[in-house]
């Protein structure tokens, strides 16, 4: 059984970082699109950023220059690092695992597995 497992989420002031993890369990993810994603009230959840196997990296326009994906090397932790947040960034970020290949890497529809979330305040 896949599970996922944010951490890392907290209250931030404009302009400050914070680093994500996730660690997942349950299967080999090597091969797999690991991705983040974010959801803030009565908004739809958005793509972040994603790594495919052997770390190619996919971001949002609006993260890029700011936000940092990575893999941990067991390949079953995946990392957020985010830099200069903004208040609209405050959001549930969730970590998801796609299996299946050919779906775009940016839709949420195209992931399987889901962590719970990790909640990110960012004020002003």
């Known amino acids: 059984q896949v599970q996922l497992v944010e951490s890392g989420g907290g209250l931030v002031q404009a302009g400050g970082s914070l680093r994500l993890s996730c660690v997942a369990s349950?299967?080999?993810?090597?091969?797999?699109?690991l991705g983040w994603f974010r959801q803030a009230p009565g908004k739809e959840r958005e793509f972040v950023a994603a790594?495919?196997?052997?770390?190619?990296?996919y971001y949002a326009d609006s993260v890029k220059g700011r936000f940092t994906i990575s893999r941990g090397n067991a390949e079953n932790t995946l990392y957020l690092q985010m830099n200069s947040l903004k208040p609209e960034e405050t959001a549930v970020y969730y970590c998801?695992?796609?299996?299946?290949?050919?779906?775009?890497?940016?839709?949420?529809?195209?992931?399987?597995?889901w962590g719970q979330g990790t909640q990110v305040t960012v004020s002003s």
């Open positions: 998801a695992v796609r299996t299946s290949y050919g779906s775009s890497v940016y839709s949420a529809g195209a992931y399987d597995y």
């Open positions: 349950g299967r080999t993810f090597s091969s797999y699109v």
């Open positions: 790594s495919r196997s052997a770390g190619i990296p």
